[in-house]
């Protein structure tokens, strides 16, 4: 069964993923400083889960009991799932890698390592 500490794990498992508690109590994850999970702790351990998903399959979880339409952020195909529970363990993580795939496409890339200042050169 998938909880929070379940989903914890999942997202940390991804390259560059971060948490960090934000709003109170909820356990955002980010990639490069984008969010692409977040978890409301405040309501237990099958807490609601937000996360973001394509076009296509936002329509399609919407009809879904329990699936609705992000507040704030529901306008760019962001879905909060009452809890963690409502979708088998399989398709919630499958979820929540698409959603993580989805940020990081668009997230900032890594900065290359900072190249060492030439010396300055000395007037004659």
Do not use: H
């Amino acid at each position: 069964m998938p909880d929070a500490e379940w989903i914890r794990k999942l997202c940390l498992s991804f390259p560059d993923a971060t948490e960090n508690i934000q709003w109170d109590e909820d356990l955002c994850f980010k990639v490069r400083g984008k969010l692409f999970t977040i978890v409301d702790l405040s309501q237990g351990n099958l807490a609601p889960v937000c996360l973001k998903c394509t076009p296509e399959k936002f329509d399609e979880l919407l009809e879904v009991e329990g699936i609705s339409q992000a507040p704030y952020v529901g306008r760019y195909k962001w879905i909060l799932l009452a809890n963690s529970n409502i979708l088998p363990s399989a398709e919630l993580e499958a979820l929540i890698r698409q959603s993580y795939d989805l940020v990081v496409a668009k997230a900032p890339k890594k900065k290359a390592a900072s190249k060492k200042a030439s010396p300055k050169r000395r007037k004659k």
